[in-house]
């Protein structure tokens, strides 16, 4: 994560090096002193740990080295980033602010001051490469899993320009809910160019970036919405992968202006890193910068050239990192489940709780490319099943008995219950439209036995979409094998 400290160190230590030379010249014995002083100030800070003895150090540099800027502002800096060690976040900003105050002419140590006050952060070169994919479990405090977090970034052109395809998807088990979002943002500035955010529960909204505004247009409203911009604004939906390239370390704090498109509104979040924690998480030990905004939520960003988003904390629950993968978008996704496999197509995904329990039930929810589509994976033993039902078309006739008093406007198609093969098993299928509120829902669902184990297999969407999504639920369905 600190991959650029490097370079930029080795050229602000060649410019004070320069700087040193011609100070000799003109005045050996006070630049000597003052020389002499900063490296004891570095010493004492990074090498003994006393923070406290090198401040003052540092504050004799100012006090003598009146005539060097250069050494000066280095020192005013490293008071900041004392101060900042050791909690004090006022006084550390006191102490930044003062380098850019005090000396304009020492510009590369105003610019690593600007870096740690409120403002528009310069952003580090990206981190994933041509992309990647991050997938985080959700979890509450009690330890239940409750839902799945995909973020996936990759390069994209469209209309001969180069851009960034950040990609979201957010599943919540407990009730429901599912969100998709897609945003293109410019590769060069980082700055969205368009924005696309569904949400089961929320809606559908599209923004549109231009030069001083944002158009913003929600499902269900005849005219859009145009919001003023005057600074540097970012798209919620490209959040994470902008925390991931924030020039991140202890005492790191600055201003970010954010677009919800759903909530159609800016809002200006303050950012700012405490501290580094090491943390574990199901695919591995990472040291983290911990990120917290003014919203309430906190952020783990590993401190590593790869700057992964290891973990986050947000309204009472805790998402951990459990998969890291290359960006690979138009690749089948293999499922392997200890009762069944089977392909998913290109951009689908797949989720099981790590506190399942195989010897029982357990649920896989299958995350479509869109929002639209809910569907899922039942399994269990098939000793269990058969103890009340001894076909598949049994077991589905008794699953859908209750559907007419539990779903409204429920209807079986004409076709009805159909007994069937699926990969050699006994299988039976059946699909039933119904009213989600006032919006017609279809849905196909195919239960089969295996040796083992049984499997309950369910897609659901809008009515009018059913047909679109038709060719991904039979490659699916043709792809499952039940142990």
Known sequence: MLRTNSFHA???????????????????????NISELLEKGIYTEETVGDLDQAIQLYEKVIDEGKDSQNAAAQAQFRIGRCYAKQGKTEKAAAAFQAVVDNYPQATDWVARAKSKLPGDPELLPVPWGDGDELHLEV???TGKSVGYQIFR????????????ECSTWQTVTIN???????????????????????????????ATYHKGQVVIQLTGKDEPTTLKLKDTVYDNEQAAELFRRLPLEVGFKAKVMIISSLGVAKVPITVDVSKIETIEVPVGK???????????????????????????????????????????????????????????????YAYTPSDSDPEKKTQTTLIAPEASVRSRVNAEPVELVKKEHATPREWLERSLSDNPQLLKGYALSDQGIESTTVAGRD?????????????????????LFGDTSAVDLRFTTATEEFEKWQPAFDKIIASLKVE
């Open 10 to 32: 080795a050229r602000v230590w060649t410019i004070l090096s320069t700087c040193t030379v011609l100070l000799l010249l003109a005045q050996p014995a006070t630049s000597a």
């Open 286 to 348: 990472f040291e983290c910068f911990r990120l917290n905004l003014d919203l309430g939520q906190t952020f783990w960003i590993s401190n590593d050239e790869h700057r992964y988003l290891v973990r986050f904390e947000a309204g009472g629950v805790t998402a951990n990192l459990t998969k890291i993968r290359p960006y690979k978008p138009n690749q089948n996704i293999t499922l392997k489940h200890t009762r069944f496999s089977a392909t998913l197509p290109p951009n689908w």
């Open 176 to 206: 429901g809910q599912f969100g998709k979002s897609r945003v293109l943002v410019d590769q060069e500035t980082f700055a969205p160019i368009e924005s696309q955010w569904m949400h089961t529960v929320l809606g559908k909204a599209e």
């Open 427 to 447: 299988a039976a299928v059946a699909v039933y439209e119904f009213l989600n509120g006032d919006k017609p829902r279809k849905a196909r669902r195919i239960l």
């Open 139 to 141: 979890k509450l405090a």
């Open 153 to 164: 970034i990759g390069k994209l052109e469209k209309e001969d320009r180069a851009l960034w």
